[in-house]
Every structure is written in C-alpha cells, then in structure tokens.
T-cell receptor
C-alpha cells in the first residue's frame, strides 16, 4: 500500500540554522506530494506541494523537490526562525494510470521542530 | 482555496454519550474527508464522506461508531458515538478542491472524553 516515512524527531535548532526534514514514500500509483505544517493549537496548513517528478515546491523560504528516483520529498529551509516552530507532516495522494485520484491523503508520522533564539 | 468552518472547536464529553461535529465549506468541493489525530500522533483517515450515499470507511473504522452524513456538496457531519476516553483526539474535516488539486483542512475539533 501507500506509505510515508519521515525522519525521527523532534528536531531542535538555533535560529538561522539550516533545516532538513527527510521524507520518503512508497506509492501504488502516481503520487502527488505535500508538506503540511501544524502550529501549536491550530489545524493543518498546506506549506507546499509537487505533483510530478522533478517539480520543486516552495513557500515561505521552504523548498522540497519531488525525486522519483529516490522516492523522496525532503523539506529544506536555509535559515529557520523561531516562528517556524511547529509540527511538519509529509503526505501523499495517489492517482492511478487512468488519471483518477483516490482522493485521500496518507500522512507521515510528523516531525516536531523547535527553534531557539 | 476553500474555507472550512468546523464546529465545535473543542468539547469535553462524558463517556457513553455522542458528539456530532459539523463541517461547512464556503464552496462546492468534490471530496470531503474526516481524519482523527490522536495525542502526539499523525493523522489517520476515518472515512470519505460521499454526497447522498453512505460514507466509505477505512479499515478499523465502522459506521456504527462514526456515522457520517453529507447531504450536499458543502456540508458534512461526523458523529462520535458511545464515547470512551480512547476517543479523545482531534477530529479534522478536509476537502479536496479540483481546481488547484489542493487539500484544505478545518481547524479541528479537540475532543476530551472523561
């Protein structure tokens, strides 16, 4: 079946440090990949997405590139801020060969990021 | 993207009772989903809400425990029935927009069962 594996957390960084959160996936069809962020006490917000191989999603200084050869979608940011402290979820949805989406999202386990001043 | 209003935002309930959570979207969407997020855990799909027909449940979730309605393209409800403390979780409504292939989530309902 479909699955998403994120790097073990939590991750603790100092402000302005470089961030990488690893995400790999297995998919039975053609995946689209997403990163969601959940700030304390809030719901999920879409951070970025990529719908085909070699696409790069970017938003708010975060980037992730859909690498089909390594089945990965690692999240990176060059200089984190205290306000980036949150839980980050990698997720995928799958489309079959006929282009029909199964609709649902499959999530990784989430990575807690804490950024200290 | 679609804007979701989910109610209530939180509730504390007695075991054995039921709670109905509402999800209202500001535009017509193709697909609506209900997820559960247990404390410190990731999101697990409960079911896909189908307009005018029975919801499609994921393995481990049953209609008697989590009845779902979707009377039209913009509204759905999830009921958590005969609650126990193990049902204490955040329940989230999500919709899929066909226009930009995005998924939007409601702010969630934080349920505590005592």
């Amino acid at each position: 079946g479909d699955s998403v594996t994120q790097m073990e957390g939590p991750v603790t960084l100092s402000e302005e440090a470089f961030l990488t959160i690893n995400c790999t996936y297995t998919a039975t069809g053609y995946p689209s990949l997403f990163w969601y962020v959940q700030y304390p006490g809030e719901g999920l917000q879409l951070l970025l997405k990529a719908t085909k191989a070699d696409d790069k999603g970017s938003n708010k200084g975060f980037e992730a590139t859909y690498r089909k050869e390594t089945t990965s979608f690692h999240l990176e940011k060059g200089s984190v801020q205290v306000s980036d402290s949150a839980v980050y979820f990698c997720a995928l949805s799958v489309t079959n060969a006929g282009g029909t989406s199964y609709g649902k999202l499959t999530f990784g386990q989430g990575t807690i990021l804490t950024v200290h001043p | 993207s679609a804007v979701i209003s989910q109610k209530p935002s939180r509730d504390i309930c007695q075991r054995g009772t039921s709670l109905t959570i509402q999800c209202q979207v500001d535009s017509q969407v193709t697909m609506m989903f209900w997820y559960r997020q247990q404390p410190g855990q990731s999101l697990t799909l409960i079911a896909t809400a189908n307009q005018g027909s029975e919801a499609t449940y994921e393995s481990g979730f049953v209609i008697d425990k989590f009845p779902i309605s979707r009377p039209n393209l913009t509204f759905s409800t999830l009921t958590v029935s005969n609650m126990s403390p193990e049902d204490s979780s955040i329940y989230l409504c999500s919709v899929r927009s066909i226009l930009n292939y995005g998924y939007t989530f409601g702010s969630g309902t934080r349920l505590t069962v005592v």
